[in-house]
C-alpha cells in the first residue's frame, strides 16, 4: 500500500464513518476510509431501529427498510403489557448489513476512496499531519486530519489519550424464525435484561429479530429470553447470535490538534436504549463543518477544532445526561419495583399522555425524561411505588 497525503483519514466504515466521508467528498476534500472488515453487507449486531427524523439525517438514495412501526409492546417481568401506539410510523427498521454497504458504496461513488482489510492500530500526530499505522503491514497512510468512527472501540480512543468512555453494555442479536407477532415488543425484567430490556422485533411474515441489552453474561440471558418467546410461539434460530458493545457515556474530549472522535466511539449514544445512530449523524453533520473550514483554513489545531465538540455538546449533552439519571434510576429496580411502576402507569394513564403529545419524538429521550419529570402523575407512581 502506497503512503500518500489525503485531507481527511476516516477511520471505520460504519454509518457514521461513511457518511462524514461522503459529505466530506461532496465538499472537494480528498478522503480515505479505513475499515478492518473485509468487506460491508454482511449481518451487523444492531437493530437497526431509527426515527423517520434519523432516516432523513441518513441521507441515502434507497433506504433498506424491513419493516415500519406505529406501535409497540411493553411487557413487564410478570407479563403486564403497556401498549404505545400512534396514528403515523414512528420507526422504521432498516437492514444494517445492506445500509453500511449502501452507504459506503455512495461516498465511493463521490470520490471517496475505501480501504478493507486495514485495521488501524495506531495514530500518531505532529506538526505536519497525521500517520495512521495498520495492524499487519509496514506501511503507513497520512493525512491533514483524522476522524475517528470506529464504533465502541475502548481501545482505540485509550491510545489516543482523549480519556475514555466509562460506561458500556453487551448486545446480542439474532435471527429468529417464528409464526409472528405484529408488533414491536420490548422486554423487562431482571432474569430476562437486568437493567435494560430485551426486544422482538418482527421483520416478515416467518422472521423476526431478537435481541437485549446487558452488562454481563449476555449470552445467558438470551437463552433464557429465547425461552420465554418459545413458550408464546415455536421459534427456532436462524444465525448465529452477534455481539457488540454500546457506549453509555461521553467520551470526555472528542477532539485534539488533527483529530475529531465520532459516533459511538465518542459516546454519542442515547444511555437509556443504547441506540446511536441518531445522535452519531448529529454530531458528524458538525464535525463536516469543523472539518472542511479547518481544511480550507489551513487551521488544525485543537483550538480551532473545538467548535466540534461545543456544538455537538451544546445540542445533545443535556438530554444524554437526563437519560443517564433515568438509567441509574431504572437499574436499581428490581422485579417486583418494574411490575409495580407498570401497574401504576397504567393507572395514572401516563403513556396515552406521552403518546398523545405531538411534541414528543422517537429520539427525544432527554424531552420524554424532563417531561414526565413534570407530570403530577409520575409523582403519583413514584409515591406508590414507595408505599410497601
Ligand atoms: C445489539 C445492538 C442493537 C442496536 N440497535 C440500535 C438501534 O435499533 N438503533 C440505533 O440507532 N442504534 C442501535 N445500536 C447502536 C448502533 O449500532 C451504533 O450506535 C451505530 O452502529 C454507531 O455507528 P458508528 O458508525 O459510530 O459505529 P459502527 O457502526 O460500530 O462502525 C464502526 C466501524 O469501524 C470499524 N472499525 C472498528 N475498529 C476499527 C479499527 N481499529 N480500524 C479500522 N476500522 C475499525 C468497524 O468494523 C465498523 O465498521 C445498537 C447496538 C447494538 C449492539
Known sequence: MKSSMQDVLVIGSGPVGSYTAKQLAKKGLKVTVLEKRPQLGGPVCCAGIISLNCA????????PVMNWYKNASLFSPSGYKLDMSRNETQAVTVNRGLLDKLMAEEAAQHGVDYKYNCKVNEVNIDNEGVKVRLQNSANSLKGKMAIVAAGCNPTLSQNLALGRVSDFAVGVQAVVETSNHENLEVYFGNKIA?????WYQPLDANTSLAGLL????????????????SKRNTLRLASKPLFRCVSL???PRSYDERLLILGDSAGQVKPLTG????YGLRAARIAVDTTSKAVNNNDFSAASLADYQNRWHKEMLGSIRLSRFARSLFERYNDTKIDRAFLS???????NTLSDDPGLGFDDHGKVVSKVLKMPSFYRVLLQLLVP
Do not use: C, D, M, W
Open 56 to 63: 432523513r439525517l441518513l441521507n441515502v438514495e434507497s433506504l
Open 194 to 198: 437486568p437493567g435494560f430490556f430485551a
Open 214 to 229: 446487558t452488562r454481563k453474561r449476555t449470552l445467558h440471558y438470551f437463552k433464557e429470553f429465547l425461552k420465554i418467546l
Open 249 to 251: 457515556n461521553v467520551l
Open 275 to 278: 441506540g446511536g445512530l441518531y
Open 345 to 351: 402507569i397504567e393507572r395514572a394513564g401516563l403513556v
